[in-house]
């Protein structure tokens, strides 16, 4: 990159990031559903706005957005917003990602000391390495889609190994999102089932391929 646009997206980075930090209290489930318009179509582009924005922070949950659209839109249409906004939220860091190359992975790695575990990680596959770091979930996910950008994994292969590890949260968040008032109910109930299934599932998935790879 040429040194005015290294200048310039580190400008744009660090206003996007101070923003999420001065406003970091606005953005919980009920500031922003008191700020969701009423058309569902402006809805739509306001949760697409958030969605970009945490694709750049750490500050925002995206199990948070992913629940707040299950309160805003009937529950298919919350999973359509879910899908597009996860596909802004894994393209955008990606990107930035692929245009730092080797000097974002230096930072990266110097910045986020858990990100050098996932040279252990590697396995020649774009797709299942994608997949699998989405699923153990132990780097942050924006953190993890700019070192995947930067280490060059291929755009097609990484966008669908992050939407499949990412694909029961699209659909678990909102249903939460709809019975956030009655957390007994039994839709709720399953949903934190399921999630609490696929956190187990990840963490033994992670530990018999650490024992495999210890072996090899």
């Given at each position: 990159?040429?040194?005015?646009?290294?200048t310039?997206?580190l400008?744009?980075?660090?206003?996007?990031?101070?923003?999420?930090?001065?406003?970091?209290?606005?953005?919980?489930?009920?500031?922003?559903?008191?700020h969701?318009?009423?058309?569902?179509?402006?809805?739509?582009?306001?949760?697409?706005?958030?969605?970009?924005?945490?694709?750049?922070?750490?500050?925002?949950?995206?199990?948070?957005?992913?629940?707040?659209?299950?309160?805003?839109?009937?529950?298919?249409?919350?999973?359509?917003?879910?899908?597009?906004?996860?596909?802004?939220?894994?393209?955008?860091?990606?990107?930035?990602?692929?245009k730092?190359?080797?000097?974002?992975v230096?930072?990266?790695?110097?910045?986020?000391?858990?990100?050098?575990?996932?040279?252990?990680?590697?396995?020649?596959?774009?797709?299942?390495?994608?997949?699998?770091?989405?699923?153990?979930?132990?780097?942050?996910?924006?953190?993890?889609?700019?070192?995947?950008?930067?280490?060059?994994?291929?755009?097609?292969?990484?966008?669908?190994?992050s939407?499949?590890?990412?694909?029961?949260?699209?659909?678990?968040?909102?249903?939460?999102?709809m019975?956030?008032?009655?957390?007994?109910?039994?839709?709720?109930?399953?949903?934190?089932?399921?999630?609490?299934?696929?956190?187990?599932?990840?963490?033994?998935?992670?530990?018999?391929?650490?024992?495999?790879?210890?072996?090899?």
């Amino acid at each position: 990159m040429k040194k005015w646009q290294k200048t310039g997206l580190l400008i744009v980075w660090c206003i996007i990031i101070a923003g999420c930090f001065y406003f970091r209290k606005e953005l919980t489930t009920e500031q922003i559903l008191n700020h969701t318009p009423g058309n569902l179509l402006a809805a739509f582009f306001m949760m697409m706005g958030l969605f970009a924005v945490k694709s750049v922070s750490v500050v925002i949950y995206s199990g948070l957005l992913f629940a707040v659209s299950g309160m805003i839109f009937p529950m298919k249409f919350a999973i359509a917003v879910n899908f597009c906004g996860a596909a802004i939220m894994v393209t955008l860091p990606w990107l930035i990602g692929k245009k730092g190359g080797g000097t974002m992975v230096s930072s990266i790695m110097k910045k986020y000391p858990k990100t050098e575990k996932l040279k252990e990680i590697c396995t020649g596959n774009g797709f299942i390495l994608t997949f699998l770091l989405r699923v153990i979930g132990k780097i942050p996910s924006d953190v993890l889609s700019l070192y995947l950008g930067a280490i060059g994994i291929d755009y097609k292969v990484y966008f669908a190994g992050s939407m499949l590890g990412l694909l029961p949260h699209l659909f678990t968040f909102p249903i939460m999102g709809m019975n956030i008032q009655n957390i007994h109910s039994t839709e709720f109930r399953i949903s934190v089932g399921i999630e609490a299934i696929y956190m187990a599932c990840s963490a033994g998935f992670y530990w018999i391929y650490s024992k495999k790879r210890k072996r090899k």
